[in-house]
C-alpha cells in the first residue's frame, strides 16, 4: 500500500513526485488542486513514508506498483501530474496504457544524450552526498536565502524565493529516502524510455518543460515529444525543474485546464486518508 494524501472534492487527481521527494512537493499550489478537486498525493515506494520494495527499484517496478494501487483503489483511469521523475513515471504509465486519463507531465528525466547523462547522474549524486552531511545544519541553511539559494541552484530558477518550509522538507526527505542512490543510477543509465506512436493517444498529454531547467536541459523537450508524438508541449519561461515551485499559479491553470473535461473518472464520496 502506498502511503497518501487524500482530500479536496471533486474529480480525482494523482500527484506523483520526483527523486527523493515525497507528496508535500506538491504544497505550493495544494491548496488550489483541492479547491477543485479530490487530490491523491502519493509516496512512492521508498520515499516519504511508504516502505521500499522488495526488489529491483526501477521507473517498471514503480509503473507496477502504482497501477496496482491504482486497483486495488478503484481508480484506474485517473487524471495524473508527475514531476521530474515522477513525470517520466506518468508517460510510462501513459505508454502502457489503460491506467491514467489526461496527463501533466512537468520536466520529465530519462531523456538525455551523451555527456547529459553522466552529467545529470554526477550533479544529483554529489548534491545528495552533501545534503546528507549537511543534514543537522540544515534548518538554519534552508533559513537563509543565501544558502537555499546555493543548495537549490540546480533546481529552481530563484530558489531565494523558495519557502524554508518546503526546502526543509525536501532536504529531509532526500537524506532519508532508501530507494533515492539506487533509482539515480536506474534513471542515468537504465532502462530507456520508450514512446508511443502517433495517434494512440485516448486522453490529453501535456509535457512541461523549464526554460532554466538544469537538471534536464531544455533540448530534451524536443526528444520527449518526437517520442510521443501526440502530446503538447508547454513551456515555463521562468522555471528551473520544478515549475509548480518555481510558477505555481501557471502551472496550476496549466493542470485545470488539462484535465478539466477528460470524461474519466466519475466523482465519489470517498473516506480522506
Known amino acids: 500500500m502506498l502511503h497518501h494524501l487524500r482530500r479536496g472534492r471533486g474529480k480525482p487527481l494523482l500527484l506523483i513526485h520526483g527523486l527523493g521527494s515525497s507528496w508535500q512537493t506538491w504544497a505550493p499550489i495544494l491548496p488550489g488542486l483541492e ?3 479530490e487530490v491523491i498525493a502519493i509516496d512512492l515506494p521508498g520515499f516519504g513514508h511508504t516502505p521500499p520494495l522488495p526488489g529491483d527499484v526501477t521507473i517498471a517496478t514503480l509503473a507496477d506498483a502504482v497501477t496496482d494501487f491504482l486497483t486495488r483503489e478503484d481508480l484506474l483511469g485517473i487524471d495524473a501530474v508527475g514531476t521530474s521523475m515522477g513525470a517520466r513515471l506518468v508517460l510510462e504509465l501513459v ?32 548534491s545528495i552526498t552533501l545534503i546528507r552531511a549537511l543534514q543537522p545544519a540544515m534548518p538554519a541553511l534552508t533559513a537563509s536565502p543565501v544558502t537555499r539559494s ?8 530563484h530558489p531565494w524565493a523558495l ?28 532502462e530507456a524510455q520508450q514512446g508511443m506512436p502517433r495517434g ?63 470524461g474519466n473518472l466519475e466523482v465519489k464520496d470517498r473516506t480522506k486518508v
Do not use: K
Request: charge should be neutral.
Open 150 to 157: 546555493v543548495l537549490f541552484a540546480q533546481f529552481s530558477s
Open 95 to 126: 505508454r502502457r496504457g489503460g491506467v491514467l486519463g489526461a496527463v501533466v507531465s512537468l520536466d520529465p528525466g530519462g531523456f538525455w544524450q551523451g555527456w547529459e547523462r553522466s552529467f545529470f547522474y554526477n550533479t544529483v549524486a554529489a
Open 35 to 37: 479547491a477543485q478537486r
Open 163 to 190: 519557502s524554508p518550509e518546503l526546502t526543509l522538507t525536501e532536504m529531509r526527505s532526500f537524506a532519508a529516502s532508501p530507494s533515492t542512490d539506487e533509482l539515480l543510477r536506474n534513471l542515468a543509465y537504465g
Open 200 to 262: 494512440q493517444l485516448a486522453h490529453p498529454l501535456v509535457i512541461g518543460w523549464g526554460r532554466w531547467d538544469r537538471v534536464c536541459v531544455p533540448a530534451q523537450a524536443a526528444r520527449a515529444q518526437a517520442l510521443f508524438p501526440d502530446a503538447r508541449l508547454h513551456w515555463f519561461d521562468h522555471s528551473g525543474h520544478f515549475p509548480h515551485w518555481d510558477m505555481p499559479t501557471q502551472t496550476l491553470q496549466l493542470i485545470l485546464n488539462t484535465t478539466a473535461d477528460s
